[in-house]
């Protein structure tokens, strides 16, 4: 059973507009929040993340939210580039061990 | 930087085979990782290990063993190949120390075709 679900298999947007992918969580030990990027046939690289103890950090044009009642994330990008075209995997971890819990991800396109 | 290589990119093998795929991390990793992705699926946890000679088996460790003699390198086995494990497989590894921001450092993956 997935712990981690992406229910947004796609998203498409339009240059310079904002993409939001959303991400939520089943376990309540997760403390740990991260998103990955990934190319087609390239190995996932670390986006940005967020600790349970914050409820917003931010890199650059990248945002990550998080709202613990909802067990809910989200990953806000503004504005989208063309090379933001990509998988976008959220993934979450307990501090107790080192396992990361992937969701399934999210495709996203942006239209030039 | 750190850098976590695979032996190989693309890989086609028979059905009944045995299939070693390598993986080595520079950067004195404690963790190593070893995931498949399948489209809709995510990534799914195999097996990892947090030192050598340690293992424990992930989500999906059925038909799947691994090795760690050194701490660098982490090796994925399929004892007999069958065609559902035609696959990505992905490498990762991690510090055992958490600093304020951690992360799981991946390879390119290895692309796996059993036919």
Same mark, same amino acid.
């Given at each position: 059973?997935?712990?981690? =679900?992406?229910? %947004? ?12 992918? &959303?991400?939520?969580?089943?376990? %309540? ?11 087609? !046939? ?13 409820? =917003? &950090? ?8 998080? &709202?613990?009642?909802? =067990? ?13 075209? !990509?998988?976008?995997?959220? !993934? ?6 080192? =396992? ?13 | ?14 059905? $009944? ?19 498949? @992705? ?19 088996? $992930? ?25 559902? @494990? ?10 055992? @120390?958490? $600093? ?16």
């Amino acid at each position: 059973d997935q712990q981690v =679900k992406q229910n %947004s298999p796609s998203l498409s947007v339009q240059e310079g507009r904002i993409s939001i992918l &959303n991400c939520d969580y089943t376990n %309540s030990m997760f403390d740990y929040f991260l998103w990955y990027k990934k190319y087609p !046939a390239e190995g996932p690289t670390f986006l940005i993340s967020i600790s349970s103890i914050k409820d =917003k &950090n931010e890199d650059g044009r990248f945002t990550v939210f998080l &709202n613990k009642s909802a =067990k809910h994330l989200s990953l806000h990008i503004v504005p989208s580039q063309p090379g933001d075209s !990509a998988v976008y995997f959220c !993934a979450a971890e307990s501090s107790n061990d080192y =396992k990361l819990s992937f969701g399934a991800g999210t495709t996203v396109t942006v239209r030039a | 930087d750190v850098k976590v290589t695979q032996s190989s990119r693309y890989l086609v093998k028979r059905t $009944g085979e045995k299939v070693f795929l390598e993986c080595v991390q520079d950067m004195d990793h404690e963790n190593m990782f070893w995931y498949r @992705q399948d489209p809709g699926l995510g990534l799914r946890l195999i097996y990892f290990s947090y030192d050598v000679k340690m293992k424990e088996k $992930g989500d999906i460790p059925e038909g799947y063993s691994v090795s760690r003699e050194k701490k660098e390198r982490f090796s994925l086995i399929l004892e007999s190949a069958s065609t559902n @494990q035609t696959s990505m497989y992905l490498c990762a590894s991690s510090p055992s @120390q958490r $600093g304020p921001s951690y992360e799981q450092y991946f390879g390119p993956g290895t692309r796996l075709t059993v036919t």
